[in-house]
């Protein structure tokens, strides 16, 4: 039976599950992975609006790769962006075309939506992924520089004085 792209439901969530732990080792955060069936059921189908999407490739029953989405529903060009958070496709399925029908689906998704763009941010050191996005057409964006801000640097400056701001 042919893999059949379509969009995930509650029933996935277990298989979704350890999809999003295989990419969490493949990709080295498996350390603060913290992500629950119960999480993404909240999240992702009982919430309204969900917190995110996502898209499944379902072989027979059994799920060989996901891509998860939201959307940014405002930008500078005055429409939605959708943002690919994770691509992951198992290692049994790579090289058959499942990756590239699950960005089929996202960028008929993001047309349906009126998105302007896809955008994602993908690990330096993922040469063969970097080299599936070009292949597909995606182009690195050098202008744009990826930063973060978590943990205890997220929480000193939550915790710290806004100068900023009058007092109250």
């Known amino acids: 039976m042919p893999t059949i792209i379509r969009p995930a439901t509650e029933q996935d969530i277990p298989q979704l599950l350890e999809l999003m732990r ?3 080792e ?10 629950t069936e119960e999480i993404l ?7 309204d609006p969900p917190d995110f999407h996502a898209l499944v490739a379902d072989a027979d029953g059994t799920l060989t ?10 930008t500078a060009t005055a429409s939605p962006t959708l943002y690919m958070k994770e691509l992951y496709v198992t290692e049994g399925a790579r090289g058959q075309r499942v990756g590239e029908g699950l960005m089929h689906a996202a960028a008929q998704e993001a047309t349906a939506r009126g998105c302007g763009s ?3 941010t993908v690990a330096n050191w993922n040469e063969a992924g970097q080299r ?12 744009w520089v990826d930063y973060s801000l978590s943990g205890p640097a997220l929480s000193a400056l939550a915790a ?9």
């Open 132 to 143: 599936f996005y070009e292949r597909l057409g995606a182009q690195a964006n050098p202008v």
């Open 118 to 120: 896809i955008r994602w």
């Open 22 to 24: 295989a990419l969490a």
């Open 160 to 168: 710290s004085t806004n100068a900023a701001q009058p007092p109250a």
């Open 65 to 74: 790769g996901m891509l998860v989405y939201y959307i940014v529903p405002f």
């Open 41 to 47: 059921l909240h999240q992702g189908f009982q919430q």
């Open 26 to 35: 493949f990709e080295q955060y498996i350390d603060v992975f913290a992500v």
